[in-house]
T-cell receptor, first 116, second 114 residues
């Protein structure tokens, strides 16, 4: 595709529900990142994949958060038993190379999650 | 550990005036630095990046930034603001030994007055 796409764009969940957020990276991009952006804040790193391998999940706030990228392309971020503090915009980004740290990350439009 | 500090959460300028958005970083290794712009309800778009080549970096939409190691700064400037520049701007540093994940500043909201 032309860019990184994310779905749904908006999600409202009742507290305690499970949600799944999808990210379609740019075709051929090796690296995929998830970030969480709370209202009025900068994005914060959640997790990083190189192809299908999850190399860094140090930013996941709790064991309720789980991410996967089974075929090295599409990724899903799952949040179990959502809490109000999970309300945020979840951004996905992809980049071309796996180990280069100066490669541009291309961001999707984000999924705005509201937990009521 | 690496970190980024953006001075000023809100900056307001008049159309045609100089834009200056401040960013200071902390890094134990030579950093890669980035400026991103975010329009409402959109993702982040890269404005420019510093990757240890020229210290004065030119980006899109007339923006540029200068890497100053002695001041640990990477301030973003534009000589003449346009109404369309109103947005949120984020400075970020790339964590080299962790796959290039980005550490962002808190952001600066730029308003442009007619």
């Amino acid at each position: 595709g032309a860019g990184v796409s994310q779905s749904p764009r908006y999600k409202v969940a009742k507290r305690g529900q499970d949600v799944a957020l999808r990210c379609d990276p740019i075709s051929g991009h090796v690296s995929l990142f998830w970030y969480q952006q709370a209202l009025g804040q900068g994005p914060e790193f959640l997790t990083y994949f190189q192809n299908e391998a999850q190399l860094d999940k140090s930013g996941l706030p709790s064991d309720r958060f789980f991410a996967e990228r089974p075929e090295g392309s599409v990724s899903t971020l799952k949040i179990q038993r959502t809490q109000q503090e999970d309300s945020a915009v979840y951004l996905c980004a992809s980049s071309l190379e796996g180990r280069g740290t100066n490669y541009e990350q291309y961001f999707g439009p984000g999924t705005r999650l509201t937990v009521t | 550990a690496q970190s980024v500090t953006q001075l000023g959460s809100h900056v307001s300028v008049s159309e045609g005036a100089l834009v200056l958005l401040r960013c200071n970083y902390s890094s134990s290794v030579p950093p890669y630095l980035f400026w991103y712009v975010q329009y409402p309800n959109q993702g982040l778009q890269l404005l420019l990046k510093y990757t240890s080549a020229a210290t004065l970096v030119k980006g899109i939409n007339g923006f540029e930034a200068e890497f100053k190691k002695s001041e640990t700064s990477f301030h973003l400037t534009k000589p003449s603001a346009h109404m369309s520049d109103a947005a949120e701007y984020f400075c970020a540093v790339s964590v080299r030994n962790q796959g290039g994940k980005l550490i962002f500043g808190q952001g600066t909201e730029l308003s442009v007055k007619p």
